[in-house]
């Protein structure tokens, strides 16, 4: 494994730590979750509130574990902040 993958996995890890400590709900985690990917799928452009609602149920009745849902959101958020924005266009749900 190269050195730049172990660092991204060292990158992600701790943030799933980080996240997982501050002990959000489950439908939180899963709307987040939900939210991340589909910007990623549609093109990294906003959707609709319904659209990220029924992926948050599909994710909430799949049951992954409270840490898994940490390092997919961590994972996610990596990556987007990785994507080179213009100003004024980065996701909606960064602060």
Same mark, same amino acid.
């Given at each position: 494994? *190269? !050195? &730049? ?12 730590? /980080? ?6 709900? /489950?439908?939180? #985690?899963?709307?987040?979750?939900? !939210? =991340?990917?589909? $910007?990623? #799928?549609?093109? $990294? =452009? &906003? ?5 990220? =609602?029924?992926?948050?149920? !599909?994710? /909430?009745?799949?049951?992954? *574990? ?10 996610? !958020? ?6 080179? $924005? ?5 996701? /909606? $749900?960064?602060?």
């Amino acid at each position: 494994m *190269s !050195e &730049k993958l172990k660092a991204l996995k060292q990158h992600i890890s701790i943030a799933a730590y /980080y996240l997982a400590q501050k002990n959000h709900p /489950y439908d939180t #985690l899963c709307w987040w979750l939900a !939210e =991340r990917e589909l $910007f990623i #799928l549609n093109n $990294f =452009r &906003k959707v609709s509130k319904e659209y990220i =609602r029924q992926k948050a149920a !599909e994710i /909430y009745i799949s049951n992954p *574990s409270y840490d898994v849902l940490c390092w997919l959101i961590a994972e996610k !958020e990596v990556i987007l902040k990785s994507k080179k $924005f213009k100003p004024g266009s980065k996701p /909606y $749900f960064f602060k």
